[in-house]
Structure formats: structure tokens, C-alpha cells
């Protein structure tokens, strides 16, 4: 019996076997995604590093700089915080509501917990209720927020909000107590968050050479992000 004629890839193949190689595997394996031809495409502008390398200090003020503006100003920014304040907490805020097997453990926590969630921030009037909104509001907005765990006037506990720029690292500080900074954090040498540097004056309005800051365990500090 006669053997079949090989077509012209096998040919091809035959003659130049590297080429004939690469097209066998192209024809098994093949991502579009990971092939870049000069003019094809526009090159993305992105490597594969560490995520703390991501976004540095000047990038996330920027960002976040922006977002406030299309927020103040684009209806349609404006409606989509809407909708995403809604669906992370509700028209009204998020209500604790104590669930456990015991009723009168339940009611006795309820009446303390509510009584104390009528003004829980020394920042604001605003009760709990409302404050859950400000944070997805916050959330939306910078992406970040911080609640600093503290006390009242009358030692009682309490909560404070913090705005996500006010988080920053010292202009003279390169390290706190040996913890490296990372855009206002310090951490370890893996990485974990143990001190939060918050500036306390005023922001945008005051002299950059008598800046005060404060630092915070992180045991102290609630870090919200997306």
C-alpha cells in the first residue's frame, strides 16, 4: 500500500524541524494574551512584583485626590456611591442586634449596646446607624478608612473616625521604634502593621514645619479597605 503524500505543513516540518516544532506547539498550546507583536497591541504598563511595591504614597494621594473630585462633581460617580453605600449597608446602617441562645443575656446587652450607640464617635452626633454609612461612604470615596478604638471625655469607650489621608509617615521619620514605614504604617519584617502614624492638625491649611503627629498601637486602630 502506497503512504499518503504529506501535506505542506509536514513538508515544512520535515525541512525545518525547529519551525515545525513551534507550530505543533502553537497549535496545542496557544494564549493569545501572553503573545505581544510590536503593533499589534498597545503594551500594558504592568510587572509582577511584591504588593506593597504596587503604590507608593504620592500615587494613592493622587488617586484618591481625583476620586473626591469626580465624586463632587460627576453626577454619575455620585449616583454609583449611592448605590454602593446602599447595598453595603442599607438605607438606614447596619443595627447590632445581640442573637444568642440566652433571651435575657439578649435584652440586657441590647438596652447597654443601644444606649451607647446613640453617640459612640467623640468626632461627631451621628449614632452608629449613621457612622456605618459615613464608612462605606469613606470606603467609596479613598478607598480606606481608619476607627481608632479610644475614650470619651468621661473615660467612657469610645470610637473616632479618621479620613484615609491623614494616615501618612513623618517627613523626618524613616522608621518608628525599628518598624519600618510603609505610607504611614509601621510594620515588621513581614509585613504586619504595628504602629499607626495619624496626623493631628489640620490638613492643607497650616505650616509643614510644625506638623504634629500621633502614634497608635494597631491594636488600637480598625484598617478598612478594599
Known sequence: MSQPKPNLITRAAMKLPFIGGYI?????????????????RSFLLQT???ARFDIDTMTRMELQRKHRYFVSNNQLVTKIRCLFTQFAVGPTGLRAIPNSSDEKWN???????????ESPDVGSRLCLQEITIQWAGCLFDDGEFFVLKTQDAKGKPAIQTIEAHRCVTPPTMKDYR??????????????????????TNAVGTDIPTQDEYKFYRASEVIHKFK
Do not use: M
Not at 505543533?24 to 496557544?30: D, E, S, W, Y
Not at 446587652?109 to 443601644?114: D, G, K, P
Open 48 to 50: 509582577l512584583q511584591d
Open 24 to 40: 505543533t506547539r502553537a497549535v496545542q498550546n496557544r494564549y493569545e494574551a501572553a503573545i505581544q507583536w510590536f503593533g499589534d
Open 107 to 117: 435584652e440586657s446587652r441590647n438596652v447597654s449596646f443601644e444606649s451607647w450607640a
Open 178 to 199: 525599628g518598624f519600618a514605614f510603609v505610607d504611614g504604617i509601621a510594620v515588621d519584617e513581614n509585613g504586619k502593621p504595628q504602629f499607626y502614624c495619624f496626623k
